[in-house]
């Protein structure tokens, strides 16, 4: 029996935007993905701060009812497109955690020290999955831009390892996209916390990434506002990560790092063996 | 999960479901909810005291719920609330949304 692959997305379209050639990959091989958002609560106005309120103004969301049932259709159009499956948790955005988080300048630095028992939760809640298996393989934002959430989620990965699972951090984009310097930012941050880059191979599973980011009508706009053309910004990601052929960045979390080393020492892919 | 209903009148209806509210039970009550709010029950007070466990999937029926009875004109308010519950609720901040009462009768007499 296969082990379980899922991949955890802070938000609805993390995963999606950061390492989705290779969730279409493992669904072509068989693997069945399961994509789950974390992030993913319902909004109601009380949650609504002048930082969220401002935010929702520079997204055009107008009103606070149908947002999430919007967000969800468009992450199953793109889940069809890749062939997983999803979930979704009902964590509410840091955007929406009160004042915790009040201007961007905190929103991408360091977690409120009552949110860092968040990832406890999040750990929990991934392990309750009826997919959850022991010895699942998890994938997980490096955090590349500081978002909490995407901290957050690391930091559950990082519980994970130490559990047993095998975890891999993505690359996250658009972050990587627009300010490549940041990926050598976090990695120094993130130290031998995780192994060494490895480069995944996507193929023509490049094609289906490019199709499901897109099926995220409401966040290409604000997402790709300084591309004139979104498909030519994530193709030339995808050949700028495989040196001329599509391709995707991931790092072992420590933890897989030893546990994987045989496999990573003879450059493959522990996902594929 | 079991759902049971323990009292209603005409606009009201509180319901006291009994086992774990989480992502595999949340998508059940929260089309439960629905369904009472459609029946014209805009005031809906769950009675927690059975619930052993709530995840974030199990806030976000009962914010569902909240959202549905609001725009019927109401409230969905909860009562005798866990510590595990009160624990997940502020650490999600969704305390500021669903403010836990002490008791059914109290929940059903405030005016907020």
């Known amino acids: 029996m296969r082990r379980p692959v899922i991949f955890l997305s802070p938000h609805f379209d993390d995963v999606v935007l950061s390492c989705g050639g290779t969730v279409a990959r493992l669904a072509d091989a068989g693997y069945n993905p399961l994509m789950v958002t974390i992030f993913g609560g319902e909004i109601v106005d009380e949650l609504l701060t002048d930082f969220a309120r401002w935010k929702h103004h520079r997204w055009g969301i107008l009103s606070t009812d149908g947002v999430r049932a919007a967000r969800q259709a468009e992450d199953k159009a793109a889940a069809a497109i890749l062939g997983c499956h999803t979930r979704w948790l009902g964590f509410p955005d840091a955007i929406y955690r009160g004042e915790r988080y009040t201007a961007d300048s905190n929103l991408f630095g360091t977690p409120a020290q009552v949110d860092q028992a968040l990832s406890d939760l999040i750990v929990a809640e991934v392990c309750s999955l009826p997919e959850w298996r022991v010895g699942a393989i998890v994938f997980v934002p490096l955090a590349i831009g500081g978002h909490v959430d995407h901290q957050l989620t690391y930091a559950a990965g990082q519980q994970l390892a130490a559990m047993g699972a095998t975890v891999w951090a993505y690359e996250d984009c658009p972050y990587a996209m627009h300010t490549p310097e940041g990926v050598q930012r976090r990695l120094a941050i993130v130290g031998d916390e995780v192994g060494a880059l490895h480069i995944a191979p996507i193929g023509n599973a490049a094609e289906k990434r490019v199709a499901a980011i897109l099926a995220y009508h409401s966040q290409v706009p604000v997402i790709f506002r300084f591309s004139n053309d979104v498909g030519t910004t994530v193709r030339d990601h995808m050949r700028r990560a495989g040196g001329g052929t599509p391709a995707e960045h991931f790092w072992p979390l420590q933890a897989t790092f030893r546990v994987s080393d045989s496999h990573y020492e003879q450059g493959v892919l522990l996902w594929s063996c | ?112």
């Open chain 2, 1 to 112: 999960m079991e759902l049971l209903m323990t009292e209603q009148t005409a606009d009201t209806l509180v319901l006291q479901p009994i086992g774990r509210l989480d992502l595999l039970t949340a998508g059940e009550f929260k089309a439960q909810l629905t369904t009472a709010v459609t029946e014209g029950k805009r005031r809906i007070i769950i009675d927690m005291a059975h619930v052993s466990f709530v995840d974030s999937s199990g806030l976000g029926a009962l914010i569902s719920g909240l959202k549905a009875a609001r725009r019927a004109g109401g409230d969905l308010r909860i009562a005798h609330v866990s510590q595990q519950t009160l624990t997940v609720l502020t650490l999600t901040t969704l305390d500021r949304v669903l403010r836990p009462y002490a008791s059914v009768a109290e929940a059903m007499s405030t005016d907020d």
